[in-house]
């Protein structure tokens, strides 16, 4: 069975950091860019990062330039977003996708694979 796992969310306080994982079972990672993505209440969801699939490429949303770090460890096969200075406007869910790429790019589009979410509350 192909899927995406998500972990590390929680509650943290304005300021503080965590670490999200996404780790893939039933298919190798190595063949796929990754998306972090992120959905609030009552908004839309949001591309927040994403990486190549060979880590040469990655973007950032402009709300988390400067905060968020991504990067990936295909031997493990994970994929991991640091995240610093969080704020409350970062509180969400924040779900991972894969999309097979033959290049070594990235975007927020055509995801083949979804997790199913982990929750990021950011309050004092």
């Known amino acids: 069975q192909l899927q995406l796992v998500e972990s590390g969310g929680g509650l943290v306080q304005p300021g503080g950091s965590l670490r999200l994982s996404c780790a893939a079972s039933?298919?190798?990672?190595?063949?796929?860019?990754i998306g972090w993505f992120r959905q609030a209440p009552g908004k839309e969801r949001e591309g927040v990062s994403c990486?190549?699939?060979?880590?040469?490429?990655?973007n950032y949303a402009d709300s988390v330039k400067g905060r968020f770090t991504i990067s990936r460890d295909n031997a493990k096969n994970t994929v991991y977003l640091q995240m610093n200075s969080l704020k409350p406007e970062d509180t969400a869910v924040y779900y991972c996708?894969?999309?097979?790429?033959?290049?070594?790019?990235?975007?927020?589009?055509?995801?083949?694979?979804w997790g199913k979410g982990t929750l990021v509350t950011v309050s004092s």
């Open positions: 990486i190549s699939r060979r880590g040469g490429t990655t």
């Open positions: 996708a894969a999309d097979q790429q033959l290049l070594d790019r990235c975007s927020f589009y055509g995801m083949d694979y």
């Open positions: 039933g298919f190798t990672l190595d063949y796929y860019a």
